[in-house]
C-alpha cells in the first residue's frame, strides 16, 4: 500500500519531449515507473525514449488511448496553468507539476476552477512523488530511499532528499514521499497528505518538512493535535532567515511577522510533534 | 519586485483611478520647472523603496517653485535607510479632509486576493491591523470573478463612506482591481485615499509589488526595476540564475536548493556560527555556475570559510568539483573551504577535489561543525 501513487499509476508526461523531460521520463521508466504516454502539441504520432513511450498531441487523446491516470507536467512556466487545466478536463485523476515559476493570479484562478473537479493537484514548484520499489514521478532520486513504514511530506526539494537519505543510512524505509511544492499558491497541502498516511495502513509514522512563509505548518499543527493517532516528527527550515527576504521558494518569505520558524516549531511542538534541530536527527527522533 | 510610487500611481491612473497631477524630476531644475507648471502649492516626495521617508525628512511642503527647488536639492541629496535619493515626485499640494486606505493583497491561506478598506487611513497600516483589527475591513475576491460590485457598496458601507462619495469610489476600488489584475501584482496599495475639501477622492500615494514570476509578461514594468535595492551582489547572482541573499556572518554556504539551503544555514548557527549569506545554485548547476557563485560569496570580506553542501540530484557532484576548481584558479584565496558532496556522481566530485586542500565532510552536521571551526582557526 501506499499513499496516492504505486506500480499501477499510468502517467502521461506533458513535455515529454523537452530536454528535462526526456531525461527525468527515462530515470522514471528505468525505476519502474509506467511512464504511458507522452504530451506535445505538434508532435503526436512520435515515439519516444528509444520507441518506447508515444507521444500525443493532446491529454485527452492520450488519456483515451493509454488509460493514462496521472498526469506529470514538466513544461516551461509560461505553459503550466494552461497544462494543468488541460489534464484536468482530460480527467486524470492525480496531477503532478514540477514546473518552477507560475504566477500566483494563475494558480489562485487554476485552484478556483480545480474545486469543481475530481482531480488532485499536487505542485506547481515540487519534486514530486516517489513510493520506493513501485513508482517514482518526478525528481526524487530512486536510490536515496527503500519502502518502509515512514511517511514524508515536504514544501522542499533537495531537503527531502537529505531527510530521505538520512533515514535509509539508519535502514528506514518510507511508505510514500510527497513533495507538495514551495509556491503559496498550490494544490494540496499538508493536510491533505497527512490525513492519507493517518489512512493508510502501512504509514506507522510521519515526516513533516515545513519551512518559514505562511500558517500552512500551523494549521498542519491543529490538524496533528485534533486528528491524527500516528507519531509525527516535524523540521521547520528557515530559522535564520531575515524578514521580508524571499528564500528562494516564492512561498517562503516572513511578510508582516508572519511565518516565521519559531511560530511554526511551537505550534507543532504544542500539537505534540517532536521537531529536530537538524535533518539528520529525524531518523533517531523516529525510533524513540 | 517593488514598484515606485510614481509608477505605481500612474498605473492606477491607467485604469480611472484620479491621481495628483503630478511630475517626477532628477534634478532640482526640473523640480522648480515642474513646480512652476502646477502652480501654488507643491509637495516634493522623494522616491525610494523603503518605508519611513516622511519621518526622515523625504516629503516636504513648498510655498512655490522656488522652494520648490530647494527642497528638491535637500531631497535628492538625502540617503533613506541607506538608499539613495534619485528622483523626486512633485505633486500638487490638497486640502485634506478625510484619509481612507484601501488595498488589495494576495491571501494566500485563502488561494484568494482580498480587499482592505479602513476609515483609518494616512497611517501605518500594519499598526492599525495589529492593534485595532476591527478598523480594517476585508472581503475575498474570486479570481474567476473579479471584484464584484455589491462588495465594492459593503465596503463603502462598511466604512461609513458618505453616499455623495459612493460613485467615486467604484471607480477608484474598481481601478485598483484593474491595476491589480493586469499587472500581475501581489500588493495594490492607495494610503491614504483622500477626500479632499472640495468634497473630490484622490490617490496621494500608492504603492505596487509585482509578482515576479509573472514579469516575462510585463516588460514594461520589468524596466522600472529599481537595482538600488538590491545589493550589487544580488544583481549579478540574479544575472547569473543564481537566488544569493547576502546576510551578516561569516560562514559563506553554497547549497543546491532552497530548503536545504536554508536548513544549511540553520545548522551552522545551531553550532555556534553565523551564516554569510543564503544562496541556491538550482537545480543542475554547471561549472561555470558554481565559479560565478564562489567569486560571489568570496566578494563578502566577512566570510570567514566557505561550506559546499551539495545534495546531487540532478545537479552531479563532478560537475560542482569542477566548477569550484575553476573558480579557484581563478580567484586566489586563503579562505578555508569545507565540502559535502552527497548523491549523484559525489565520490567522482571527492576525488576531483582530493588534491584540492579542501576540508570534506560525511554528514551535515559534520560539515557544519567543521566550517565553525575553520571560520574561528582563520579570524
Request: aromatic share 4%; proline share 4%; with cysteine.
Amino acid at each position: 500500500m501506499a499513499i496516492l501513487a504505486n506500480k499501477d499509476t499510468r502517467v502521461v508526461v506533458q513535455g515529454i519531449t523537452g530536454r528535462e523531460g526526456s531525461f527525468h521520463s527515462q530515470l522514471m521508466l528505468d525505476y519502474g515507473t509506467k511512464v504511458v504516454a507522452g504530451m506535445r502539441p505538434g508532435k503526436g504520432g512520435e515515439w519516444v525514449l528509444d520507441g518506447k513511450v508515444p507521444v500525443f498531441d493532446s491529454v485527452k487523446v492520450a488519456v483515451e488511448a493509454t488509460g493514462a491516470d496521472t498526469s506529470m507536467i514538466i513544461v516551461p512556466a509560461v505553459a503550466a496553468p494552461d497544462s494543468i487545466l488541460e489534464a484536468a478536463d482530460a480527467g486524470v485523476r492525480l496531477i503532478i507539476c514540477l514546473t518552477e515559476g507560475v504566477p500566483i493570479q494563475d494558480m489562485m484562478r487554476v485552484r478556483a476552477y480545480l474545486d469543481f473537479k475530481q482531480v488532485t493537484l499536487i505542485g506547481p514548484n515540487c519534486p514530486g512523488l516517489l513510493t520506493p520499489s513501485q513508482t517514482k514521478i518526478g525528481f526524487i532520486p530512486g536510490n536515496i530511499s527503500m519502502p518502509g513504514n515512514v511517511g514524508v511530506v515536504s514544501r522542499s526539494g533537495t531537503l527531502t532528499y537529505e531527510v530521505l537519505n538520512a533515514l535509509k543510512q539508519e535502514g528506514m524505509g518510507c511508505s510514500t514521499c510527497v513533495g507538495i511544492g514551495g509556491d503559496p499558491v498550490k494544490g494540496i497541502s499538508f493536510i491533505e497528505v497527512l490525513q492519507m498516511f493517518e489512512d493508510d495502513p502501512l504509514t506507522d509514522q510521519v515526516v513533516m518538512i515545513g519551512e518559514i512563509g505562511g500558517t500552512d505548518e500551523e494549521k498542519a499543527a491543529e490538524y496533528i493535535n485534533e486528528k491524527m493517532t500516528k507519531p509525527v516528527v516535524g523540521f521547520i527550515a528557515g530559522k535564520t532567515a531575515p524578514p521580508g527576504k524571499r528564500m528562494g521558494h516564492a512561498g517562503a518569505i516572513v511578510e508582516g511577522g508572519a511565518g516565521t520558524a519559531k511560530d511554526k516549531v511551537e505550534a507543532l511542538k504544542k500539537a505534540g510533534v517532536q521537531v529536530a534541530d537538524h535533518p539528520e536527527q529525524i531518523p533517531e527522533m523516529l525510533k524513540k | 519586485m517593488k514598484l515606485h510610487e510614481y509608477i505605481s500611481k500612474d498605473i492606477f491612473a491607467a485604469y480611472g483611478v484620479p491621481t495628483p497631477k503630478g511630475h517626477v524630476a532628477a534634478t532640482p531644475k526640473e523640480a522648480g520647472k515642474i513646480a512652476k507648471d502646477l502652480g501654488g502649492r507643491v509637495v516634493v516626495k522623494a522616491q525610494v523603496l523603503v518605508g519611513g521617508r516622511g519621518k526622515a525628512g523625504g516629503i516636504k511642503l513648498a510655498e512655490n517653485a522656488k522652494e520648490a527647488r530647494t527642497a528638491a536639492e535637500e531631497i535628492l541629496a538625502m540617503e533613506i535607510k541607506g538608499l539613495p535619493v534619485r528622483k523626486v515626485l512633485i505633486d500638487p499640494a490638497v486640502e485634506i479632509a478625510t484619509e481612507i486606505y484601501l488595498g488589495i493583497t494576495n491571501d494566500r491561506a485563502a488561494r484568494q486576493p482580498v480587499i482592505m478598506a479602513s476609515a483609518a487611513g494616512g497611517v501605518d497600516i500594519e499598526e492599525v491591523a495589529a492593534k485595532t483589527p476591527e478598523k480594517i475591513i476585508r472581503a475575498h475576491v474570486n479570481p474567476l470573478l473579479g471584484l464584484q460590485d455589491y462588495q465594492v457598496r459593503d465596503l463603502a458601507v462598511s466604512i461609513e463612506l458618505e453616499r455623495e462619495h459612493w460613485d467615486a469610489f467604484h471607480k477608484v476600488t474598481q481601478g485598483l482591481w484593474q491595476a491589480y489584475q493586469r499587472s500581475d501584482a501581489t500588493l495594490a496599495e492607495i494610503n491614504p485615499l483622500v477626500i479632499t475639501k472640495d468634497g473630490e477622492l484622490l490617490a496621494v500615494d500608492g504603492k505596487m509589488l509585482i509578482d515576479d514570476n509573472a514579469l516575462y509578461r510585463h516588460a514594461d514594468l520589468e524596466a522600472h526595476r529599481d537595482i538600488d535595492v538590491e545589493a550589487p551582489a544580488e544583481v549579478e547572482a540574479r544575472e547569473n540564475e543564481l537566488t544569493y541573499i547576502k546576510l551578516d556572518g561569516e560562514i559563506g554556504c553554497m547549497v543546491n536548493g532552497a530548503g536545504l539551503a536554508m536548513a544549511t544555514m540553520d545548522i551552522i548557527k545551531l553550532f555556534g556560527g553565523e551564516p554569510a549569506n543564503f544562496l541556491d545554485i538550482g537545480g543542475g548547476a554547471n561549472a561555470e555556475k558554481v565559479a560565478a557563485a564562489l567569486r560571489i560569496i568570496l566578494q563578502d570580506k566577512n566570510v570567514k570559510a566557505v561550506l559546499f553542501n551539495i545534495f546531487g540530484g540532478i545537479t552531479r557532484g563532478d560537475e560542482v568539483a569542477k566548477g569550484i576548481l575553476e573558480a579557484l584558479k581563478q580567484i586566489k584565496t586563503d579562505v578555508p573551504m569545507v565540502v559535502r558532496l552527497v548523491g549523484t556522481n559525489a565520490e567522482e566530485g571527492r576525488a576531483l577535489l582530493a588534491d584540492a586542500n579542501m576540508i570534506t565532510a560525511e554528514s551535515l552536521a559534520e560539515a557544519a561543525q567543521k566550517a565553525v571551526q575553520a571560520a574561528q582557526g582563520s579570524k
